[in-house]
């Protein structure tokens, strides 16, 4: 799979967002939140992401506190976090806020989080 462009939003609609992403390269987590959630989550530069409808989020910190999480606080649906990486700013978009893509029928990379 190549880039593409795709868009998503949180349950309510409050939160929506278009992104340039690879799915090729989704990452699940077994971290004590990602394991709760059931994320599957692409990494994409913080210029791959924008938001349409920037509703109000709730953000979330833990562990080593580099990622915030940001979620709806209407409907508490993740959508993205964001934080940095060797190469500047970063997007985790959860892949189950897509439209029009089945997050569980991709061929993710299984990030060990729980070990950290």
Known sequence: ??????TGSCQCGAI???????????????????Q???SVMTFVPASAFH???????????FNKLHIEHTFCPT?????????DSPDGPV???NCNTMDDV?????KSHFYDGAAM
């Not at 929506?16 to 990602?34: G, P």
């Open 102 to 106: 089945d997050p569980r029928a991709l």
């Open 1 to 6: 799979m190549t880039t593409a462009h795709y």
């Open 75 to 83: 409907c508490g649906i993740q959508v993205y976090a964001r934080g």
């Open 16 to 34: 929506a967002y278009t992104v340039d992403a690879d799915l090729d390269s989704t990452v699940t987590c077994n971290c004590s939140r990602c």
């Open 91 to 93: 997007v985790a978009v």
């Open 51 to 61: 938001l349409t409808k920037d509703g109000p989020v709730t953000s979330y910190k």
């Open 36 to 38: 709760r959630l059931g």
